[in-house]
């Protein structure tokens, strides 16, 4: 059972900046897609970023120029750079593994992250 393990949530002040760390168990070279969903209370879960095997990587509009997605394949570690936080960027984030046409579905536990003055 692969486990993905987020880390680097906690409190900043808006205008912060927070680096999210998700480190997979087993090797994340080939995992067909991997992403950060955040789910903000009372809402649903979303798609914040994602990034490809080739390294192709796509944003919610709403982090486009804040936020930036990468990947260590030999560290099997994924991770989120968030600048310039804003209070509405206030939710719990998700690491989360898809392998390809569906065969697999993986999520981590959650890291807070809590933008306030």
């Known amino acids: 059972q692969v486990q993905l393990v987020e880390s680097g949530g906690g409190l900043v002040q808006p205008g912060g900046s927070l680096r999210l760390s998700c480190v997979a168990s087993a090797t994340i070279i080939g995992i067909n897609r991997m992403g950060w969903y955040r789910q903000a209370p009372g809402k649903e879960r979303v798609l914040v970023a994602s990034?490809?095997?080739?390294?192709?990587?796509d944003y919610a509009d709403s982090v486009k120029g804040r936020f930036t997605i990468f990947r260590d394949n030999f560290k099997n570690t994924l991770y989120l750079q968030m600048i310039i936080l804003k209070p509405e960027d206030t939710a719990v984030y998700y690491c989360?593994?898809?392998?390809?046409?569906?065969?697999?579905?993986?999520w981590g536990q959650g890291t807070l992250v809590t933008v306030s003055s």
């Open positions: 990034i490809t095997t080739s390294g192709s990587t």
């Open positions: 989360h593994q898809a392998g390809a046409g569906g065969s697999f579905e993986r």
